[in-house]
């Protein structure tokens, strides 16, 4: 089977009017984590994720919002040889990542009314820079906003560039 790529771009500005801002009662996010909710909130946009021939829509609110305190943890785990799923809830879908050598058997699974499922391998490499690249990107949006500081994002994901 051919190797594919995987890419993530984000693109322009997503309405967050059916959504309620985020809000915290219990206390429970730290600062940063509600500055970032707000920022993808306030700074909403599409993002588009092309996994071998199939290419998706998500947002920044609330579905990259509700990942990012997750994904550098789902990256490390792939890149050290170990499944992973990226879970959408608000999109009712699903990325697996399987790795098997230098590829991964990405399986893009769409749940509700209208279920289907997609299998493709993806070049190893190319899934990790393209992760790990998205990290950089939406951090380096959050903090160029200014809604965080580089040392709140190395606290939040651990990176920044």
């Not at 771009?9 to 940063?32: N, V």
């Not at 305190?69 to 789902?74: A, C, G, H, V, Y």
């Not at 050290?80 to 990325?95: C, K, N, S, V």
């Amino acid at each position: 089977m051919k190797s594919e790529h995987i890419h993530i771009r984000i693109d322009g500005p997503e309405t967050s009017e059916h959504f309620s801002p985020p809000q915290d009662p219990l206390g429970e996010l730290t600062p940063y984590q509600m500055q970032f909710r707000r920022f993808c909130y306030e700074q909403n946009r599409t993002v588009r994720i092309g996994v071998g021939p199939e290419s998706r829509e998500i947002s920044l609110f609330p579905d990259v919002c509700l990942l990012m305190e997750w994904l550098p943890d789902k990256l490390a785990a792939l890149e050290g040889g170990h499944p992973t799923t990226l879970d959408f809830p608000e999109r009712q879908m699903a990325i697996q990542f399987v790795p098997r050598g230098t590829d991964v058997v990405a399986t893009i699974e769409k749940f509700g009314s209208d279920p289907a499922s997609t299998v493709c391998t993806v070049d190893l490499e190319s899934a990790s820079q393209a992760l790990d690249g998205f990290i950089k990107e939406v951090m380096g949006l959050a903090v160029e906003a200014g809604y965080l500081t580089t040392t709140q994002v190395r606290q939040l994901v651990g990176t920044v560039d």
